[in-house]
Nanobody, 115 residues
Framework: QVQLVESGGGLVQAGGSLRLSCSAS????????MGWYRQAPGKQRELVAA???????NYADSMKGRFTISRDNAKNTVYLQMNSLKPEDTAVYYC?????????WGKGTLVTVSS
């Protein structure tokens, strides 16, 4: 089992920045990739960014150049630095950890961007 706890969400004005953190515990040795997803009201959950065990990253097109994902293996933590935030970035952001055939999810952290 893997437990994920997100933090860092909140209210920010458009153009501002936030950094989300996701701390993993439990069977962390089983984790391959980690990532961030988001779900806005009335919409499906979508990939924001992901990083694999080798450090390679992947971003959704709309986040490229604005968001940066990083991973600190020593702290079992993954970060999402979000810059130039837009109102359409408002969503609940979820941390994900992939451990082979199983995915683990955090409870989410709300990001609200005001115009």
């Amino acid at each position: 089992q893997v437990q994920l706890v997100e933090s860092g969400g909140g209210l920010v004005q458009a153009g501002g920045s936030l950094r989300l953190s996701c701390s993993a515990s439990g069977s962390i040795f089983s984790i391959n990739g980690m990532g961030w997803y988001r779900q806005a009201p009335g919409k499906q959950r979508e990939l924001v960014a992901a990083v694999n065990s080798g450090g390679s990253t992947n971003y959704a097109d709309s986040m490229k150049g604005r968001f940066t994902i990083s991973r600190d293996n020593a702290k079992n933590t993954v970060y999402l630095q979000m810059n130039s935030l837009k109102p359409e970035d408002t969503a609940v952001y979820y941390c994900n950890a992939n451990a082979g055939i199983r995915d683990y999810w955090g409870k989410g952290t709300l990001v609200t961007v005001s115009s």
